[in-house]
């Protein structure tokens, strides 16, 4: 996928095409504008090739040249039209479909030159519009699996073989409540972009965190960069660090699972992945405010925030993206989703449903009234979605994720599905965890596992490691069946 010679392949292929139809017309119209010598050769007859030729002989006895000069002239253009007209006649000769690939060849190489001008030109042209277009109709589910080495792996031996990953719990309110046992007091949060400083004013208890969860059994971590976007750093009133925020947040989750593997040793051959995560988190809306308080940008300053804030995962190291709290699907999942797949990076769509009422009635809706059935259907026609890899349910109340994992299911998307709900409640300005227990929760993901292959599990706000380490056995348990080397 996206190699030079897939974009060679399309642009000699549109070339021989354009070439096609030039010949078509000029044989529909019977070349009839053209030269008699040319029409000549196009019957293919030698016979022809001598009247030509006798033709030109004649119009040059007509027309004798009177001094040097002019005989010499009229010697040397007499000398190249009958070069041309012999080289023409004996390639019509030897095969007609050689002057349709003098026609391809010099189209394609004209193209090639507009493409090459368009992109010295603009950077961003109409050529990489084009390539894009190629690139995006040419993507395999398999090549969009393998542009994540890492996913690739989990994805050919886990989710392929049937297995269900184990992802980590809350990270954000992990970081807060650790902070606070430490130091009370300490709250960890700010006020406005709720964690999106976390990894510059507690780096250690952040790292510290990610290796809890790989060290209790997850799979997959999911860096804190969920509100390191620039627009929410702009209203927390740090948006000179927005470039410094997404990838130092990356790296503190990729050193926890280097610290993790070298532990691990040898006899643990399948890495962790490290996600970046990516929010529709209003900017200046403390964590679980109400979500209308948020102030968000014009929808083109908030596009440049996504895409900037992809751009730096990527180049951070993440190996997948998830979308999170995508409760408006309109207004702002779309956008944060479009921008995501910019990059290239397998992206995880993760829907937060706050609306009981809707669960219970079989018709789970998101705060924008998008039905969740309806926007899976969307994506499940896959024009434009090609990087979406998965869809999942997350920072939901535990009751209201199994009715929502159906909901797309029967939206039509049949692709991999994930789960990693909250629990406990918000009161300003800090999570209130309650406890949960073991048999609960894998009552739970054992049902969304069953009905309705459900393939990652994991949790959100308040839920920690020691529950992690429940999924993260059942996991490991329920794969040695399926997968192939766990
Ligand atoms: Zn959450």
Same mark, same amino acid.
Request: proline residues 4%; glycine residues 10%.
């Given at each position: ?15 021989? &095409? ?26 293919? @007859? ?16 007509? =027309?004798?040249?009177? #001094? ?5 002239? /009229?010697?040397? $253009? ?69 542009? /994540?080495?890492?996913? %690739?792996?989990?994805? @050919? $031996? ?34 406005? #972009?709720? /964690? ?13 965190? %990610? ?5 209790? !059994? ?5 860096? =804190?960069?969920?509100?390191? =976007?620039? %627009? ?19 790296? &503190?989750?990729? $050193? ?13 051959? @399948? ?12 900017? #200046? ?27 730096? &995962? ?27 797949? @910019? ?25 924008? #009234? ?46 991999? &599905? ?27 993901? /054992? ?24 999924? !993260? ?14």
């Amino acid at each position: 996928m996206k190699t030079p010679y897939v974009r060679l392949g399309a642009l000699a292929y549109c070339g021989i &095409l354009a070439a096609a139809s030039i010949q078509q017309a000029c044989v529909d119209e019977s070349c009839a504008s053209h030269s008699n010598v040319k029409s000549a050769s196009l019957l293919q @007859s030698s016979e022809a090739k001598t009247h030509a030729q006798k033709d030109l002989a004649d119009t040059k006895t007509l =027309n004798p040249p009177v #001094g040097s000069t002019k005989e010499l002239k /009229s010697q040397t $253009e007499g000398t190249t039209e009958n070069f041309f007209n012999t080289v023409e006649a004996d390639l019509l000769q030897a095969q007609p479909w050689m002057l349709e690939m003098i026609f391809a060849f010099g189209i394609l190489l004209a193209f090639l030159g507009f493409c090459l001008i368009q992109t010295t030109a603009t950077g961003n042209s109409l050529s990489g519009k084009i390539w894009g277009a190629v690139e995006q109709m040419t993507a395999t589910d398999a090549e969009v699996h393998s542009k /994540s080495k890492r996913w %690739h792996q989990q994805y @050919s $031996e886990c989710f392929k073989a049937g297995g269900v990953l184990c992802l980590d719990g809350g990270t954000g309110s992990e970081v807060e409540r650790v902070a606070t046992q430490l130091k009370p007091g300490d709250e960890a949060v700010n006020a406005a #972009g709720w /964690s999106c400083v976390q990894w510059k004013t507690h780096p250690d208890i952040l790292r510290g965190v %990610h290796l809890k969860y790989l060290q209790s !059994g997850a799979k997959l971590v999911i860096a =804190n960069s969920y509100a390191t =976007n620039r %627009h929410i750093m702009k209203g927390a009133g740090y948006e000179h660090l927005t470039r410094q925020a997404t990838l130092a947040a990356v790296r &503190l989750a990729r $050193e926890a699972r280097d610290a993790h593997m070298a532990e691990a040793g040898p006899s643990d051959d @399948s890495p962790s992945l490290v996600a970046g995560s990516m929010s529709c988190h209003p900017p #200046g809306m403390a964590h679980g405010a109400n979500m209308n308080d948020g102030q968000w940008p014009e929808p083109a300053v908030e596009k440049k925030g996504y895409e900037e804030q992809a751009r730096l &995962l990527k180049e951070a190291g993440a190996d997948v993206i998830f979308i999170e709290m995508v409760w408006d699907w309109k207004k702002h999942g779309v956008l944060a989703v479009k921008s995501a797949a @910019s990059v290239g990076l397998p992206v995880v769509i993760s829907f937060t449903v706050f609306d009981a009422k809707s669960c219970d009635e079989g018709m789970p809706q998101l705060h924008d #009234g998008t039905f969740l059935e309806d926007a899976a259907g969307e994506l499940s026609s896959g024009e434009g979605w090609e990087n979406v890899v998965a869809l999942a349910i997350h920072h939901t109340k535990l009751p209201l994720v199994l009715p929502c994992l159906k909901a797309m299911r029967a939206g039509g998307w049949k692709g991999l &599905l994930g789960a990693y709900p909250d629990h406990g409640t918000f009161e300003m300005p800090h999570w209130r965890f309650e406890p949960l227990e073991a048999d609960k929760i894998l009552d739970y993901v /054992s049902q969304w596992v069953e009905q309705t292959n459900c393939q990652m599990v994991g949790g959100c706000c308040g839920i920690g490691p020691e529950t992690i380490e429940k999924m !993260g056995k059942w996991c490991s348990s329920y794969n040695k069946k399926k997968c192939q080397r766990r």
